[in-house]
């Protein structure tokens, strides 16, 4: 067996098709620059251009986009072995709007499922996930099986030894059964989120650290007030809990008695789409370091607030080097 | 009742998202333009570009891809009152690669299915579509159902009164039920074909004029020589059979005995798809003046080459001055 990840993550990767010209509806949007995309996907490259050795597991389309998903993950310095091709399935592109500062709709196409949705227990390699030093798995990927047998099978080969890091991501759109219908609403609400509730449940028993904004969290405890989620997901299995509250910053709160909570850096923001990967992957190179919580948190806070200061996601993960500066001006 | 349309065509609507980086794979493109799309679209955007008042019936997502293919219709002076949005599916988009002068594959994102193949027989204008001057329906009308019986509702409510446009268009991808897979190949074959041959014939049987290219053709027909199509179209119903061979150019057949075979106009290649688009709105457009076969032929040869040369699709359909210069210089 080769040398053990720092980080392998498990879930979404697909095309993100993001407008050239800001701040207008799709209408008049004259051309679209085309991105590595998907938010487990962008957690890998934002630990990796940290420094870290990462991997992803994920499915694309049989096609060129395919294709180009590998190449951009070898760009990114992140390992797609575990990336493998579906029949059948196009590669999922993904649509959004930028209207800064804090209204960016996606426009999803992964119909009839998404190849990421087929994931199956049985292609995981179980040496590779215990021994990586974190894992990283999503909400979406319980949506819909194969994928919600494949996710809770990655997540109880860790058997909560090392960092297992259950990202609330919730994506209502997605839990239709239909992989994900075009859109910014969905049919949501109360009913939709307390149907996905059990399986959150499951996922947070084996998870060590979750993490989400309120409405996430809100899915997996069925409260809103952060301390109350953060509480709640402790309670749920979690050591730590992060909850993430937008310009109001962050809390983090650790089963050992530790609290954290740090607020937002104001930025100019371009477009606030991957902000949150961004966080992610600091957030486990902060874990990887064992950095107490305070600083993580910063630190995070730092790297989402730099992508949202730029258009793109994934090539506009920081650099430590861009993180260090970045704090130090502040 | 309004003015009666020069012509209504009935079909596919959708965004073309095209590279603008041209002889490289998809992996390699990094930004796309946006366009109005669809074929039966294109082909009224044609004759509208050559003066003629036209109208789609079709239909888009509910979503802002979907306003934006209204915004784009009306700026072609192409009436949009019967383009209609469906729930809960996507707007259709479409990407290609650009390899000229002769491949160009698409990747259609049209699954579960699209909205243009929801249109439904009870919805139709039936005297618009009888007082229109052409109509003008598509042979992937015909893939599923409600998008078949209301095609073949739409041919019989003309009554073979006026010219009655069956383009024998064929995307082999659409015909499994999914409404169209990623990709340029898909299951084709003999089996595809002739299990789409009844649908062909039948939609045959109420068109005045049936034009495609000699793999349309044999859908329809069964066979594959050019001239041998053209004959067997004509005993099918049509009065005209027009049957395109690419750069070899397109040969022309009339019930009345009268044929025209016109070569193809050499030009070098841009972007080959949208020519035959442009053909057939140049080939309505002198349907309504009552030309003779070969200007006839020749005409459409000329907008079809003209679009060749030229990256986009519908906003490079020619005007009539446009044309005749080409047509001078030749």
Redesign the interface.
């Known amino acids: 067996m080769t040398e053990p990840f720092d980080l392998i993550t498990m879930g979404r990767i697909g095309v993100d ?1 993001y407008p ?1 010209q800001t701040g207008v ?10 991105f590595l995309g998907g938010s487990a996907t962008n957690v890998a490259v934002a630990a990796a251009r940290l420094g870290r050795r990462t991997a992803v597991i994920s499915r694309t ?5 395919g ?2 998903l590998h ?1 951009a993950l070898r760009e990114f310095g992140v390992d797609d072995r575990w990336v493998t091709a579906v029949d ?4 999922p ?1 993904t ?1 959004c ?1 930028i209207f800064p500062p804090d209204h960016f ?1 996606l ?1 999803f ?1 992964r ?2 499922t998404a190849p990421d949705l087929t994931l199956r227990a049985d292609e995981l390699d179980h040496d590779a996930l215990r021994a990586a030093r974190i894992l990283w798995v999503t909400g979406t990927g319980l949506c819909e099986e194969p994928s919600r047998t494949a996710t809770l099978a990655a997540l109880a080969a860790r058997g909560r030894r090392g960092p297992t890091v259950f990202d609330l991501d919730w994506r209502p759109l997605f839990w239709g059964g ?1 992989g994900g ?3 910014d609403g969905g049919t949501t609400g109360a009913a939709a989120m307390a149907a996905a509730r059990p399986h959150y449940e499951a996922a947070l028993a084996h998870a060590t650290v979750a993490v989400g904004n309120v409405d996430e969290a809100e899915v997996a405890t069925g409260l809103r007030d952060p301390r109350a989620c953060a509480e709640a997901l402790l309670a749920g299995g979690a050591e730590l809990a992060v909850v993430k509250q937008g310009p109001k910053g962050v809390l983090a709160v650790h089963r050992d008695g530790r609290t954290a909570e740090v607020p937002a850096f104001p930025v100019d923001v371009v477009n606030g789409l991957g902000a949150g990967d961004a966080f992610g992957g600091a957030l486990c190179h902060g874990l990887l370091h064992g950095w107490d919580l305070e600083p993580m948190m910063r630190y995070a806070n730092a790297a989402g607030a730099l992508v949202a200061t730029r258009l793109a996601c994934s090539p506009a993960m920081p650099t430590a080097a861009e993180v260090d500066a970045f704090l130090a001006g502040r």
Not at 88 to 91: A, D, K, V
């Open positions: 098709l050239l509806p799709l209408a008049r949007v004259e051309t679209f620059g085309k389309g049989r096609d060129p986009f294709d180009y190449q059948g399935l196009p590669t592109v649509f709007e709709p426009y196409y119909r009839p239909a219908a075009s859109g």
